[in-house]
């Protein structure tokens, strides 16, 4: 059976073959280090989190889910969606649905329920309130689909740093959460606005697999 090469096998493969040149003034150490930051720049999946039982077809194509007398903390969302290779999607369809500041989802209508478009550099945005709790789950969260052609589909959850079963330290606690498996679902919060209008925001990048 053959041996797997290591990274520095496998470049000194590379330059012995021809696949790769390296100009005589660097030296294998710099061919290694560059060809291993390039690799890094490879982003990881979004995790997947499940889908859940409020999931709606056909939300509305508005990002502006708070109106303005709803109770609750003001809370923008904001984001770009990647592909694992950094290339941004623009025209990915990003499906949000949330209860509402009481823990309650819309199931007649579409209130804290969108469906919008990534944008030229996959970027996306919206306005919201912090959902509340609710009896079935653990922690506050947003529920997320993402689609676009080409890539796998992405059920995820966004999940925020300050819900109280965290308790400030969500590096420590986020597994309090059951369907909490990676950390980075966790987003962390910034206040802003002046103190008779604080509002929160948080952003949450999303990377899709490809097919
Ligand atoms: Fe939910």
Redesign the pocket.
């Known amino acids: 059976m053959r041996k797997r090469l290591s990274r520095r096998e496998s470049i000194l493969q590379c330059v012995a073959l021809g696949s790769l040149r390296v100009a005589p003034w660097l030296g294998l150490t710099d061919a290694v280090s560059a060809l291993q930051a390039q690799k890094s720049l490879a982003l990881k999946p979004t995790q997947w989190n499940e889908i859940?039982?409020?999931y709606k077809r056909l939300a509305p194509k508005n990002a502006q889910l708070r109106q303005p007398n709803d109770p609750g903390l003001p809370v923008t969302v904001s984001g770009r969606v990647f592909d694992t290779r950094g290339e941004a999607l623009a025209g990915a369809k990003i499906e949000i649905?949330?209860?509402d500041h009481h823990g309650l989802?819309d199931l007649d209508g579409y209130r804290y329920r969108a469906s919008l478009l990534a944008g030229p550099s996959g970027n996306y945005s919206f306005d919201s309130v912090m959902?509340g709790h609710?009896p079935?789950?653990v922690c506050q969260?947003i529920?997320y689909l993402v689609t676009a052609p080409g890539l796998k589909p992405l059920i995820t959850?966004l999940y925020f740093a300050t819900d109280p079963v965290f308790e400030g330290d969500p590096d420590r606690n986020y597994s309090r959460e059951p369907l909490i498996m990676s950390r980075e679902l966790v987003r962390p919060v910034t206040l802003t606005g002046d103190p008779k209008a604080i509002q929160a925001n948080v952003t949450f990048e999303l990377v899709l697999e490809r097919l």
């Open positions: 859940g039982p409020f649905w949330q209860a989802y959902p609710y079935a789950r969260h529920h959850q």
